[in-house]
């Protein structure tokens, strides 16, 4: 994150790009990586000078104890009042309610599956009643053996 001054606070662990619970050997390595980067002799940009001046800011403030743990107890209260402010706040509400797509297409694929089973024992009916109209019209009976064979042709017995 690029600023055009040093004087906008910003957080130091961001800034490197570690954790706060980083050692300060992790830091020190960041500060190295990030400073070969973003020297002024090395990198063109004509952001480099401000962006050298935050990792030296941000480097100075963590490796030294004092200055950190000052830093971290301001982070704490920051964090503290920001989760308060959240807790009093109402919620806010969104002019558009947007579901996601999975829960949509989870409760159609029972719907799905109950008319595809409907539709294979309308089409199954439809066999076997042709069946019996087709032994109809040559004068045969038809029996339960006549009705079993056409369940096993069709894979319903």
Request: contains cysteine; aromatic residues 4%; hydrophobic residues 50%.
């Amino acid at each position: 994150m690029l600023h055009s001054s040093i004087s906008v606070p910003t957080d130091p662990y961001e800034v490197l790009q570690v954790s706060p619970h980083a050692s300060t050997d992790v830091i020190r390595a960041a500060y190295r990586v990030l400073a070969r980067s973003y020297h002024p002799d090395v990198c063109s940009s004509p952001s480099a000078a401000v962006r050298m001046q935050e990792l030296n800011a941000a480097y100075k403030a963590l490796i030294d104890p004092v200055r950190r743990a000052q830093f971290d107890a301001q982070l704490q209260i920051g964090r503290a009042h920001l989760a308060a402010s959240r807790r009093l706040s109402p919620p806010r509400r969104s002019a558009v309610v947007r579901e996601p797509v999975a829960p949509v297409v989870r409760r159609a694929r029972p719907l799905m599956l109950a008319l595809m089973l409907g539709l294979l024992l309308l089409l199954a009916m439809a066999l076997v009643l042709g069946i019996s109209m087709a032994l109809d019209a040559l004068d045969a009976p038809v029996s339960a053996d006549h009705i079993a064979q056409a369940a096993a042709v069709l894979g319903l017995s």
